[in-house]
């Protein structure tokens, strides 16, 4: 089981870029996915997750206001799009598959599988 995570590249700050997750063995449609990032040298932060319905979108404060994650259950995709993006989100951006509880949701151990990452850099 395996999610990939695509999308990324190199943009100027301010500009935006749309990450997709999807999963080529198993359809998405019955869990939740989130998002999480990491920098160089930084651990794992979480910045978005929705859930199995679509109906919940949970975001960290960080990214509130600027990205956007969807899905797309006839794709079986979930994106997310990142607009007025800071040098500061450069990172590898992951996405995974889960059950979070409300409490939860931006811990790791709530989420089962993990995709390869890709890399999302903004230059200033």
């Known amino acids: 089981v395996q999610l990939q995570a695509s999308g990324g590249g190199l943009v100027q700050a301010g500009g935006s870029l749309r990450l997709s997750c999807t999963a080529s063995?198993?359809?998405?449609?019955?869990?939740?996915i989130g998002w999480y990032r990491q920098a160089p040298g930084q651990a794992h932060e979480w910045i978005s997750c929705?859930?199995?319905?679509?109906?919940?979108?949970y975001y960290a404060n960080s990214v509130k206001g600027r990205f956007a994650i969807s899905r797309d259950d006839a794709k079986n995709t979930v994106c997310l799009q990142m607009n007025s993006l800071k040098p500061e989100d450069t990172a590898v951006y992951f996405c995974?598959?889960?059950?979070?509880?409300?409490?939860?949701?931006?811990?790791?151990?709530?989420?089962?599988?993990w995709g390869q990452g890709t890399q999302v850099t903004v230059s200033s």
């Open positions: 995974a598959d889960g059950r979070p509880i409300l409490s939860a949701i931006s811990s790791s151990s709530m989420y089962y599988h």
């Open positions: 063995t198993f359809t998405l449609d019955s869990s939740a």
């Open positions: 929705i859930s199995s319905s679509g109906g919940g979108t």
